[in-house]
Each structure stands twice: as C-alpha cells, then as structure tokens.
C-alpha cells in the first residue's frame, strides 16, 4: 500500500459573491509528504483560494481536505491546527517593525512551550539557517527586500511545520533576490524534508519545484513532473 499523502484534496468547490464567482471548481490534488510543488495560473484562476484552504485558512463549500490521513479540522481548531502543523510565507513579508529579526522569528513560539531562551536559541538558529544570523538585531527596516523575506522563512519555520505554504514569495522582489529565496526554499526542502508548496505567477520560479500544477478557471488543467 503506498504512503498516505500529506494533503489530499478531492471535489472543492468555492464561489463568492452570491455564486456568481467561482474560484474553485470540483478540484482535486494530492500532495505528498516531504513534495516541494508549484501552483501557477492567470489571475483570478483560484490559487490563493486554493492556498487558503491547504491552510486552514478557509474552508471548502463542498469537497474534502485530509492531512496525513486525517480530515482537516473544524473552524473552532483551525488556529491550533496552523500553529502546530503550518507555516506561512507571504509577499508582502507581515514583519512587525519595531521587532528585530530575532524577535520576529520568535513571534511564533510565544504559545508555545518554549522557554524564553530556547525561543532566543531557535531563532538565532533559524536566522543562521537562511544566511541571516549577523542581522539577528537588526529591524526591518534596516533590511533589504531580500533579506526580508529570508526573515519571513525563518518566522515561518519557528514551530518545525511539517508544511509550508508560500504565496507569491518572490513577487516584492528584484530577480537576483527572487532567485536567491528560491535557492533557499530548495536548500530548506532538501535539509527539512518539508512539504512545500509555492503559489506564483513567475516561470523561473515553478521551475525549482518538483511538480509544477498549472490552473485554470478553479481547475487544475495540468500537471508537470520536474527531474530532480
């Protein structure tokens, strides 16, 4: 019997606007455990509706998600759920200004069982991890675009998520920064093993991932294989 996948998706559906928009139609995806997979499509195609679901962020209308095996919790869970099992990189980086980037990473861990100084220790090796410890004190504002980001990852992997969702990552930045994030997201996937998926709009940057599932109208339309 093969291995149980990360994230299986089958038959979501989700529409705005009274059902007169539908983002997502009868979709189905499987993710596999320790996949590093990029979603692409126009505009409007329900990628970001797709990514708030494998979250649980947003839940379906109809259709089904399982993690691991085991159905996706209900709303009154979800924030355990995403505490415990997810994290999140974004665009537009959500660091808190007047935090360094030490402090940042640690934002996470705050419920967690951590004591202050295995936050502190997590975090400075966290930042070591993406290339940033000798910016730890320093504010965002003090950062590059680039650098943001790379704070934004290690924020992201504060609570060792066994997935992590990106959306857009590189969309806030130059191409040589862009690149540089994706390399790390591939050191981060082959160190980790983390499940990883990556919602762009961008070629060069599907192009690190394994898989890459291209949308079209809340449909997956294709589905390409990488080498590794």
Not at 8 to 17: F, H, K, N
Not at 42 to 54: I, R
Not at 185 to 209: I, K
């Amino acid at each position: 019997m093969g291995q149980t996948p990360r994230i299986e998706a089958q038959g979501l559906t989700r529409s705005y606007d009274g059902g007169r928009i539908a983002a997502l139609r009868g979709l189905d995806l499987s993710i596999a455990a320790g996949e590093f997979i990029a979603i692409v499509g126009p505009s409007g195609c329900g990628k970001s509706t797709l990514l708030a679901m494998l979250g649980a962020l947003e839940a379906p209308q109809t259709g089904t998600l399982s993690f691991d095996g085991e159905p996706f919790p209900p709303p009154h869970r979800a924030s355990a759920f995403r505490a415990e099992h997810i994290g999140f990189v974004f665009q537009s980086f959500h660091l808190l200004p007047t935090l360094s980037a030490a402090e940042n990473v640690e934002v996470p861990m705050f419920e967690s069982t951590r004591s202050s100084r295995q936050r502190r220790e997590r975090a400075r090796m966290l930042l070591h991890l993406v290339g940033l410890d000798h910016r730890s004190n320093d504010r965002p504002s003090m950062l590059s675009g680039g650098e943001r980001q790379r704070v934004a990852i290690a924020r992201a992997l504060a609570n060792q998520p066994t997935l992590l969702l990106a959306d857009e990552p590189t969309g806030s930045l130059d191409s040589v920064n862009a690149a540089r994030v994706m390399q790390l997201f591939e050191q981060l996937h082959a160190e980790l093993g983390t499940t990883l998926v990556v919602v762009t709009h961008a070629a060069e940057v599907a192009g690190h991932a394994q898989r890459v599932v291209r949308m079209q109208d809340g449909r997956i339309i294709t589905e390409v294989e990488h080498a590794a």
